[in-house]
């Protein structure tokens, strides 16, 4: 079976500092690869997402970037972190496009 | 751009009651829908995905439907259980646009 993990769970960052999120899926290959963010009182935003190695499509422009050095690893960073990024952080993953999403646990971030 | 709408933003039901869930979209062009529940802290449990050429889906006491050309779908839950409570959201393909969730709270 596929399952997907995402770490660190939790993390507290000064604003100004870098920051590196990593998700890895087991059980499939050549998945679909997505970055959400969900803010304290708004909805789940799509940042990022993923068709094959080295390929990252953005969704928004932000203080942040993606990247996919290995089929099944997906790693969110920024250089400086703003107050702004603070929320929680989902990784999902799809066999196809437009196919069932399955998100990880979550890395919730607090920047201060 | 698609907005997605759910209402209500926060529903209490007595354990055992059938209940609705709703969403709406305001672009009737989409791939699919798909439904998932969250608990507080955690990560999306997907629970049913609709294609735009189908009517219904069913999953166990779960019954979503969609009506493309309304631009809605609803979420049933049958005999409702405490187990049940958690934040119910719909996204919409082909840009995976979220509701922003209706908070369910099932009492025992």
């Known amino acids: 079976s596929q399952t997907i993990h995402q770490w660190p769970a939790t993390l507290v960052q000064p604003v100004g500092s870098p920051l590196s999120l990593e998700c890895t899926v087991e059980g499939t290959s050549n998945p679909n690869l997505y970055w959400y963010r969900q803010a304290a009182g708004r909805g789940l935003q799509l940042l990022f997402y993923s068709v094959g190695i080295g390929q990252i499509s953005s969704e928004v422009p932000q203080n942040l970037s993606a990247s996919r050095p290995q089929d099944r690893q997906f790693i969110l960073s920024s250089k400086k972190l703003l107050l702004s990024d603070s929320g929680f952080y989902l990784c999902?993953?799809?066999?196809?496009?437009?196919?069932?999403?399955?998100f990880g646990p979550g890395t919730r971030l607090l920047v201060l | 751009k698609q907005e997605v709408t759910q209402i209500p933003a926060a529903l209490s039901v007595p354990e055992g009651e059938n209940l609705v869930l709703n969403c709406s979209f305001t672009?009737?062009?989409?791939?699919?829908l798909q439904w998932f529940r969250q608990d507080p802290g955690k990560g999306l449990t997907s629970l049913l995905l609709?294609?735009?050429?189908?009517r219904e889906q069913t999953s166990g006491r779960l019954n979503a439907s969609l009506d493309k050309s309304s631009g809605r779908s609803t979420l049933y839950i049958a005999a409702s259980q405490p187990g049940d409570s958690a934040t119910y959201l719909c996204?919409?393909?082909?840009?995976?646009?979220f509701g922003a969730g209706t908070r369910l709270t099932v009492k025992p």
């Open positions: 999902a993953w799809s066999r196809q496009a437009q196919e069932t999403q399955y």
């Open positions: 609709i294609q735009s050429s189908q």
């Open positions: 672009d009737s062009a989409i791939y699919n």
């Open positions: 996204a919409v393909r082909p840009d995976m646009r």
